[in-house]
């Protein structure tokens, strides 16, 4: 994978189809602990797995801040490049926060290996799990605002390598048309992309004044497979991250209650700035949704720093305030981690009845566990949500009785 793109090219097809090996590097700064920056490398790790790369070796430095040039200390580097050198499969390193242009420029040369950061793996993925128009126009967008300030370093060809007469003008020159050909692409591709959102305004208005359903959540978390349970079809579900990309909507009917139930992309940790930007058009399901499904993997160590994600990218876009039930999946992959053997059933439900009050008190929000493999609490979820829909009819039609 390359931390540039051909511009004009919309035929991305991500990582290459066959196994890579990576390292994966990260840093302690003053504002996280050595434990923080382990469980970004455990996503970061994932995330190149669901990429198509495997990861060998993790290396972590405590800095004050990163380097400017390297990102990494001159030693830490040395180490890594040893590394690298003795194992001839690795063929790239991938680091855990953004890089500069120049930086990649350093590191490639030094290593003489591909250089990934997160926002590029991320895109990467991205790239590959793009279906629809919108989304690969999306895809592409972020990938043009991801390389617009890289450029200088990425043309490292054109830099000045001694200097003196003739070293100068042209790089800069070709340099500021490259800027200008990804400057007006971005213009042409928002340009598309307001086009479709309009498309998809008329298409929202079609679908009348049914109440709407949104499914949020953290990646890999099971919206999929519940959005498959609630409405009985087929939407692609799989154990990788970003495995939805392009928003799913279907209607789903509950005790002849109608209502449209929509899928979203799960968010994740530093997701990029211009990620999030591109992507507001996607998730404008979220925005017009009356009522939003906030799934949460209860199993993973870290679910509660995951709700925190997701509620801040929510308030960002505004829809933090919206009618929402927390649907804590996975409990029986919870019961595999945490439950001793020998526990009674009574000592088990006291635990989460505890877990569920505790969880309540400190996000302010109604919640249900549930598990999606093992349809446990599946009827309760959908005698919840019925529940949920008819006060928000009730709300919309005040003086009009409905016969559902």
Do not use: C
Request: hydrophobic share 35%; net charge neutral.
């Amino acid at each position: 994978m390359s931390n540039e793109w051909n511009v004009g090219s919309s035929d991305k097809k991500g990582l290459k189809q066959q196994t890579e090996y990576a390292v994966l590097v990260g840093l302690v700064t003053r504002t996280e602990t050595e434990e923080q920056v382990q469980e970004y490398l455990d996503e970061l790790e994932f995330l190149a797995l669901t990429a198509g790369a495997v990861s060998v070796k993790r290396y972590i430095q405590k800095l004050p801040h990163p380097d400017a040039k390297t990102f990494i200390g001159k030693g830490k580097l040395e180490e890594i490049r040893t590394f690298v050198d003795e194992r001839e499969e690795v063929n790239m390193v991938i680091f855990d926060d953004d890089l500069s242009g120049k930086q990649v420029s350093i590191l490639e040369s030094t290593l003489k290996v591909k250089i990934v950061d997160r926002s590029s793996l991320i895109l990467d993925i991205f790239a590959s799990r793009a279906q629809t128009a919108q989304a690969k126009t999306q895809v592409e967008l972020a990938q043009m605002q991801y390389l617009l300030p890289r450029l200088r370093g990425l043309w490292t060809h054109l830099e000045r390598q001694r200097g003196g007469i003739g070293m100068r003008g042209p790089g800069e020159k070709e340099i500021e048309t490259d800027r200008r050909i990804v400057r007006d692409k971005i213009s042409l591709l928002k340009k598309k992309l307001e086009k479709i959102d309009q498309q998809n305004m008329t298409r929202r208005k079609n679908r009348g004044n049914m109440i709407r359903v949104a499914l949020v959540g953290y990646t890999n978390v099971g919206k999929s497979t519940i959005m498959n349970m609630l409405s009985k079809s087929d939407v692609f579900a799989e154990n990788k991250l970003f495995a939805t990309l392009d928003t799913t909507v279907r209607k789903v009917v509950l005790e002849r209650m109608p209502f449209l139930l929509s899928d979203t992309v799960g968010f994740i940790r530093k997701l990029p700035t211009h990620l999030i930007e591109s992507f507001k058009s996607t998730l404008d399901e979220v925005l017009e949704s009356d009522i939003l499904l906030h799934v949460v993997d209860i199993s993973h160590p870290q679910h509660e720093d995951q709700i925190r994600t997701v509620n801040n990218t929510l308030k960002e876009l505004g829809a933090i305030e919206k009618p929402t039930l927390f649907v804590f999946n996975k409990i029986d992959r919870y019961r595999e981690l945490y439950y001793d053997q020998l526990m009674d059933e009574e000592a088990k439900q006291e635990i989460e009845y505890t877990l569920q009050a505790s969880l309540h008190h400190q996000f302010e929000h109604d919640n249900i566990m549930v598990s999606a493999l093992t349809k446990e609490n599946i009827d309760e979820l959908r005698d919840r949500l019925t529940q949920m829909v008819r006060e928000q009819y009730e709300i919309r039609y005040p003086y009009q009785a409905k016969q559902w």
